[in-house]
């Protein structure tokens, strides 16, 4: 017996046999071989046997009373399901026909009587290593398939936070904005992100990671945070950048970063301010004229440069009411025919100059890339924001409900914002927060933001910087106008706008008084005011603005200071 | 997809060859590409005559060269760009980091 293989283990084999002697004979060989043995004188026997034990090899007679061999192992097959048990058949049978009777009823292979049992533990031997194997495959397959689950379900729950995330701004509920985003672009890195600001400007963030899954996920939370967080604080677009950047920086791999076009488009202004950090060109279309002016991707995306390296310039463009901006992800240019050509900027603008309805540009472009590669890609993202009149401004945070009685009501305080200061920070985020622990000032916070805004930057650009509004009357000139307010805010070295604020209580309620002042050389009030207002003006809308939104409005110092009251009645 | 790399004679420089598609498959080949060497060549040039296709992964790993040659210290070239790859450098601007031509 020293010759057999090893047995690695004890099975517990069932031996169905009609003979007492061939039983005995073959329960003696296999016990010897160290396995346990069940025995059967029929099929039936053998069937019940093996539901009730689930042995893990059958050796089976082929002729037996009651139920034949062949029956017997169909229905164990039957029984045993997915596992092999391997079933060797017991036969004196010579033909090749009756052989192959016993594979066709699921035996595995066979022994031929008179039995070797040298023969016989090999062959259980191999058949142990077959049943094996088949174990192992069952095994990782139910492993990768509840891998695959899992993995299906976390994808599942992380779309449904990160939709509650990226959906928590107006960018389904904003009557401006159509985009189109394939359902899991998310897990393509694809970002889409819009909010108002509290003076009603919208801002707008189409960004695509590195890398695809959920690696490229996890970076679109902290930046939609920071998006949110700092548009809701009326925070412009170079702070928002920058803090974008930095975070980004600190928190990603090193090839990890987000290529990303950051918008802010102000009705009241009647301009969009871009930067573009990797994503293809979007485009703003002047419906008067069909012009489209691109917007061109000046810089390293998002999380790539320090934050001392870091580039926060914009580009303003002048836009109409019902002027259009288009954004678009690389998934569109890149989309690839079967010769690996891709669609590109310049089939994307054959589509353009093709598109007869504006508001059908989306399905335009997506049946060019159905028709270009033959079927869809689930990483396109397209969006399309219109200049509308009259978004109303919106009262930002909570309106506090309790008494108000510990907010304070009868104070002043005074800022000088020196040059250093005025080159790379914006003060109105700050200012606004503070006097926002008024109370009754919470209600008109959008106004408030928007005056503010008005007369910090009239004093900035048209005092300290000597910017002249009437600049702006063509598109040529405002683009001008930018620039130089960029060139001078670089090179400035003195000048200061200074903040007054004053709030006392009244017999009704309370006011504020604001009183902003330049170092500038002021300006002929009465002149301007005169001006007539022209709808289609690119300059001047401003002060109009600001005598719309606050009750009092004065000029004084000869245009270098001037005045805006708020009042409220107390809160019932 | 293939990758080759090469030490010039005097141990200065690192060449990286690209062929076929330069994408999240090379990521592996790639970084064994400059990290099995324990010499730390002056320069390292990052052929592209043979790159078919690049996307924002294969961006990643310029950028992961160009931390492990130093940072802003490297010296790293991007060279023989294809139209199309020079496209994406160029949407990216990474000709501000890279000394691409």
Redesign the interface.
Known sequence: MSALAPVLEPLTILIAEDSAADLLLLSTIVRRQGHQVLTASNGAQAVDLFARERPQLVLMDALMPVMDGFEAARRIKQLAGEALVPIIFLTSLRQSEALAQCLDAGGDDFLPKPYNPLILAAKINAMDRLRRLQATVLQQRDLIAKHHDYLLHEQRVAKAVFDKVAHSGCINAAPNIRYLQSPYALFNGDLLLAAYTPAGDMHVLLGDFTGHGLPAAVGAMPLAEVFYGMTAKGYGLTQILREMNAKLKRILPVDMFCCATLLCLSTQRRAVEVWNGGMPEGYVHEVATGKRTPLISRHLPLGVLSAQAFDDRTEVWPMALGDRVFLLSDGVLDTADANEQLFGAERLQQVFAANREPDRLFEDIEQALAAFRGEARDDVSMLEITLQAGQSMRATGPLYADSGQSCPLDWSMSFEFRAETLKRYNPLPYLLQLLLEIHGLREQSGALYSVMAELYSNALEHGVLGLDSRLKRDAEGFAQYYRLRNERLVQLSSGYVRVHVQVEPTATGGRMTLRIEDSGPGFDVEQVLARPLDVDRLSGRGLDLVRQLSSDVRWSDGGRSVCVEFCWEALA | MSIESEVSLDGTKLTIAIKGRFD?GSHQLFRDAYERFYKVPQVYIVDLKET??M???A???L??LR?HAGG?NSEVQVINSSS?VRKIL?????D??FDIN
């Open positions: 999240f078919t296709y996307d924002s992964s961006l990643g790993m950028l992961l931390d802003d199309d160029a949407i990216s601007n990474f501000k980091l």
